[in-house]
C-alpha cells in the first residue's frame, strides 16, 4: 500500500542532543512537509518541500532544519532540543498544484530529558 | 493571509444524535476545504472534503456545507457512535507562499457518549 512512513516512532534524547527524525513516502507525492504537534492543538507547519524548494514558515526557529536528498525522503534534524521541543513530529505528503489532499505519517513522539 | 476560526472546541452529544462542527475563513478565494479527523495518538486522517465548485458532500454518516457567501462551511455527523469520539479539524488552503499549505482550525474535540 501506498504510504506515508515515519520512523521512529518514539524517540527519547537529551537536553541539547541532536536529534534526526525520519519521513518516507510511497506515494510519489511532489510535496513534503513537517509539522509540531503539542497537546489539545492542531498541527504547527514548520517548513515544506515542493520537490527540491524549501519552504520554511516565518516562526520556525532556526533550531529546526529540513533536508529532502530524494523524493521519497525527508529529514527533521533538531540540532538543540530543548524541554520545549518535546512534541509530535509529524510528517504529510500532497501531490501540489491543485491537489492539496494531505496525507498523514503516524508521526514520531519526541521526549526531551 | 488565511484565517480559519473553528466552533466549538469541545462538543459532547449522545450515541444517536447529531454532531455538527462549524468553520469560518476569511480568503473569498479559497476553494478547497477538508475535514480531519484525529483519535488520540494516532494520525491526522481526512474523512471528507469539499470544493468550491459545489454546494454540499455526502459520503454515509458524515457531510459537509459550503456557504461561499457567508464564508463558512461545516462538519454533519449523523447517528453518532462512540467511535467517532476524536478532535476534528477544518482546514482550508493558505493564501501566503504556495497553495499547498494549509490552515487549520484549532481543533474540536468530540465526546459520543453510550
Known amino acids: 500500500d501506498a504510504m506515508v512512513i515515519q520512523n521512529p516512532r518514539y524517540q527519547v534524547t537529551q537536553f541539547g542532543k541532536p536529534v534526526t527524525l525520519s519521513c518516507s513516502q510511497t506515494?510519489?507525492?511532489?510535496?513534503m512537509y513537517w509539522y509540531q504537534q503539542k497537546s489539545s492543538q492542531a498541527p504547527k507547519l514548520l517548513f515544506h518541500y515542493y520537490d527540491k524548494d524549501f519552504n520554511n514558515e516565518a516562526d520556525t526557529p532556526d533550531n529546526f532544519q529540513s533536508r529532502r536528498p530524494n523524493t521519497s525522503f525527508c529529514f527533521l534534524d533538531i540540532r538543540s532540543p530543548g524541554l520545549g521541543d518535546a512534541a509530535m513530529y509529524l510528517c504529510?505528503?500532497?501531490?501540489?498544484?491543485?491537489?492539496?489532499?494531505?496525507?498523514f505519517g503516524p508521526g514520531t513522539r519526541l521526549l526531551v530529558l | 493571509g488565511e484565517n480559519v476560526e473553528q466552533h466549538p472546541s469541545t462538543l459532547s452529544v449522545q450515541e444517536g444524535d447529531s454532531a455538527v462542527i462549524k468553520c469560518t475563513y476569511s480568503d473569498s478565494a479559497s476553494n478547497y476545504f477538508p475535514w480531519y479527523k484525529q483519535e488520540l495518538g494516532k494520525r491526522p486522517q481526512l474523512i471528507i472534503d469539499i470544493r468550491s465548485n459545489v454546494g454540499e458532500k455526502k459520503d454515509q454518516r458524515i457531510a459537509v456545507t459550503l456557504n461561499k457567501t457567508a464564508k463558512h462551511f461545516s462538519l454533519h455527523i449523523t447517528e453518532t457512535q462512540p467511535e467517532d469520539s476524536a478532535v476534528y479539524f477544518c482546514a482550508a488552503p493558505s493564501t501566503q507562499g504556495g497553495s499547498e499549505k494549509l490552515v487549520f482550525g484549532k481543533g474540536t474535540k468530540l465526546t459520543v457518549n453510550p
Open positions: 506515494l510519489n507525492h511532489n510535496v
Open positions: 504529510a505528503t500532497s501531490r501540489g498544484g491543485s491537489k492539496r489532499t494531505q496525507y
